[in-house]
């Protein structure tokens, strides 16, 4: 699966010392953090915590002012001065959105076509191919030639993720993945990332999911005002959390 | 004062062949200048909305200017202005295509601006996620998506631009309006006449609505 030259116990991202501000607001604060190959790291914490800000930093799609961060070998500068490392990063970086953010003018399958003949100048014949494997993988296959408004959420979300798939990417990001859902076809979705997951992909998760999140994950992030307060196994963090801001946290959420 | 009036039929019918030459005038003006204008459009819509501000203050400047002033002043100023700068006379269906070009050209701008803008933040960074380079995300995802909404605003300045044309008989082109009171020199049938001419331009303008309602209908363009 892994294609890379880089030795797999490498870091596929290093995150030293990132901060960021929006405006007068610290929204990061001294960010170090660590993904190897393969680890699966669900990001938890209350919104405004800054969890969707740090995975947005890992494909450069939010700037930081400063600090470190390297994402399989390219650096990112602070204040988005890396165009050309940071197309690099996104080509092998995939992400899934909250809102799914499928191309409406686009059928389901021209959305998961485009990248691979625009970016990797694959003709459509082998586009084409690798797209209707994915969609069946994500069960959508029969709905290839439709256009996303005539999907069910949960299909929009899967279609999505297949998109991402199909530029091959050695890193996927998913930001709050289910919270547009409703509830009945988050499921359906969280079934996908699993499978993914059980693939050997490399993911980082923001969620509101915590039962997934305890099942799926290798490592769980709290984050709390831009900080990492507390990390670990998710037995680690939801069964004996050591900061009593993240026993505050899991109290509420775990509660309903 | 007694006046009983009556309406000639027959004028107005008669009028008619008289004043269809001028149709030919009133669309080469009105789809020639658009046409132009959509390209000025296209190009000042987009400076409008570059990071750049100076890129942004000349396009501004532009919008300002040419929706800030009337369209008749700007044909007059080109056809009768102009030819004191170039040292030669204009002729009047270039003048006029250039007025509604550059008048067109100015509100098709904030069309383009409009609709670009319109297009949510959230497309734009899923093609940059996927390794698509800026202009290939706005080629590819933002510019068919923001066409498709800008196409019944585009409509709406096109029926405006053709009823502008019927300002131009003041610099002599020989549009619908020219034609008509040319034709009511020698007739003194101008209630006749100007129905008849208003008609001839409800039917090119209710024709353009009815193309792009089915075209909306058809789900081709809004979403």
């Known amino acids: ?256 | 004062m007694d006046v009983t009036f009556e309406f000639d039929w027959a004028a107005a019918l008669a009028s008619i062949p008289h004043l269809l030459p001028g149709i030919p005038y009133t669309l080469l003006i009105s789809f020639g200048g658009l046409a132009i204008g959509f390209i000025i459009g296209i190009i000042f819509g987009l400076l409008r909305i570059s990071p750049l501000h100076w890129l942004r203050l000349p396009a501004g400047l532009y919008i300002e200017v040419f929706r800030g002033t009337p369209v008749l002043v700007q044909v007059l100023f080109i056809f009768y202005g102009l030819p004191q700068i170039l040292g030669g006379p204009i002729n009047a269906l270039v003048a006029g295509i250039a007025a509604i070009a550059v008048n067109s050209g100015a509100y098709i701008s904030e069309i383009v601006r409009g609709g670009v803008e319109s297009i949510e933040r959230g497309q734009r960074e899923a093609g940059l996620s996927l390794g698509l380079s800026r202009t290939q995300a706005f080629r590819y995802i933002i510019w068919p998506q923001a066409l498709r909404r800008m196409i019944p605003p585009l409509g709406n300045q096109a029926i405006i631009s053709i009823k502008d044309t019927s300002l131009f008989s003041v610099i002599g082109v020989g549009e619908l309006v020219r034609q008509g009171q040319v034709y009511i020199a020698t007739t003194f049938t101008a209630l006749e006449v100007y129905l008849m001419v208003a008609l001839l331009y409800l039917a090119i303008t209710w024709s353009l609505s009815l193309i792009l309602r089915t075209l909306e209908r058809k789900g081709l363009v809004g979403q």
């Open chain 1, 1 to 256: 699966m892994n294609h890379s030259n880089s030795a797999s116990n490498k870091p596929i991202v290093h995150m030293d010392k990132v901060n960021k501000y929006f405006g007068s607001l610290h929204v990061l604060q001294d960010i170090d953090l660590e993904i190897t190959p393969g680890e699966v790291v669900v990001i938890i914490g209350a919104s405004g915590s800054g969890k969707s800000t740090l995975i947005r930093c890992v494909n450069g799609l939010e700037e930081f002012q400063n600090g470190h961060i390297e994402v399989d070998g390219n650096e990112l500068l602070p204040n988005g001065k890396s165009s050309k490392a940071l197309q690099t990063i996104r080509t092998e970086v995939g992400m899934v959105f909250q809102q799914f953010n499928l191309f409406p003018h686009l059928s389901v399958r021209d959305n998961v076509t485009l990248a691979p003949i625009k970016v990797r100048r694959l003709d459509r014949g082998r586009a084409t191919e690798i797209a209707n494997k994915l969609l069946e993988r994500v069960g959508i296959s029969d709905q290839a030639d439709k256009y996303p408004s005539q999907l069910s959420g949960g299909q929009q979300q899967r279609v999505a993720l297949a998109r991402a798939l199909a530029m091959e990417p050695r890193l996927m990001l998913f930001d709050e993945p289910t919270s547009a859902l409703d509830p009945e076809m988050i499921g359906e979705v969280l079934d996908a990332m699993r499978e993914l997951a059980n693939e050997g992909m490399t993911m980082m998760i923001v969620t509101h999911e915590m039962g997934f999140a305890r099942e799926v994950a290798d490592r769980v992030i709290y984050i709390h005002g831009g900080q990492i307060v507390e990390q670990g196994s998710p037995r680690e963090v939801f069964d004996n959390p050591q900061h009593e801001r993240t026993q505050n946290f899991l109290s509420r959420v775990l509660k309903h």
